[in-house]
């Protein structure tokens, strides 16, 4: 299973839609800001699975705070990060994916694509993948082990 994880888009769907191009996911997951630009992404690609999680930029909107499933024997807990101070530390998010059980945890909110592993729990940021320098995050599930990377647009 490859899923690519997209962050704070703010407005760059078109980005999004080349990425997703490139790397021809079974999946999506958008970690908000903005959630209209997952709508917009959804009605691009109707035919890929795409989940999207409300971000500190989609006040007001219903959806999604925080994502939590089980793929391919990988427990995955997603957020945007904002609820969590991921800014300063990843404290509160590390002990948020503990609660979850997860393996995985994916988290935007910083612009800033990380990928690294903390405790036994895998964390990836894909970053922004719109603004100056776009970046995404890509995880391959295979066999109940994920692998996850970043890259630049």
Known sequence: MKILVLSDSH????????????V???MILHLGDLTRDALSLQRALPHTPLVSIAGNCDV?????????????GVRIFACHGHRYGV?????????AALEQDAALCLYGHTHIARCET???IQFLNPGACGGM????GVVDIQNGCAHCRTARL
């Open 118 to 120: 903390l405790r036994g």
């Open 60 to 72: 007001g909107v219903a959806g999604l705070k925080q994502y939590v499933d089980e793929i391919d």
């Open 87 to 95: 800014k300063s530390t990843l404290h509160h998010l590390y002990y």
């Open 11 to 22: 407005g760059d769907v078109a980005s999004m839609t080349a990425v997703a191009g490139q």
């Open 133 to 136: 320098h776009p970046t995404y």
């Open 24 to 26: 021809q996911p079974d």
